[in-house]
Structures are given as C-alpha cells and as structure tokens.
C-alpha cells in the first residue's frame, strides 16, 4: 500500500509565497511521476505541475514561472514552491504518483490566496 502525506498549505497575501511537500511510502515503483494537482470550489480537478523520476517536468500555463516543482528520489518526496500566489491559485492542492496504470493521491492540502 502506498501513502502519500502533503503538508504546506495555509493562508498566504496575494504576491506571496508558499511550499508544499508530499511525502510518500509505502511499494513505491522507482520509475515513476510525482506531481501536484489542485481544484477550486464548482471546477474541476486540474494538472498543476508534474516532475518524473529522471526530472522531466510539466506545468500548467497558469503556473509557469510562479510555481516550481521539484523531487528527491532518495526519500521519495516532491515539493511544490509556489511563488507571486494570485487569488485564482486557491483551491485544494493534491499530491499524484503514477506508474504504468497505478495512480495514488493525498487527501490534499487547502492553499486560500486572500487579503
């Protein structure tokens, strides 16, 4: 059984910053993809940046060069810097891992971009 474990999320200024980490464990396939994804209140869940093991990675248009994804394989984490927050980035953020057909999430983490 896999489990991945978020932690991060809170309350943060417009134009401010915020990190996320997700922690996984568990039979956990070393070739593999890590990634973030995040729905807002009525909308759909949505793809906010992924990282693969051999560090491929792939953002949303909404994201690119604010947000920064990253990983160590060694302890089997990702991380998500998020940087100049807009109100729009609000929404509840989940931790994905793939591999070849097997997909497992966190619970998620609530990032609320407010003044």
């Known amino acids: 059984q896999v489990q991945l474990v978020e932690s991060g999320g809170g309350l943060v200024q417009p134009g401010g910053s915020l990190r996320l980490s997700c922690a996984a464990s568990g039979s956990i396939f070393k070739i593999n993809t890590m990634g973030w994804y995040r729905q807002a209140p009525g909308k759909r869940r949505e793809l906010v940046a992924s990282i693969t093991s051999n560090g491929g990675t792939d953002y949303a248009d909404s994201v690119k060069f604010r947000f920064t994804v990253s990983r160590d394989n060694v302890q089997n984490t990702v991380s998500l810097q998020m940087d100049s927050l807009k109100p729009e980035d609000t929404a509840v953020y989940y931790c994905?891992?793939?591999?070849?057909?097997?997909?497992?999430w966190g619970e998620g983490t609530l990032v609320t971009v407010s003044s």
């Open positions: 994905n891992l793939r591999w070849y057909g097997v997909e497992y």
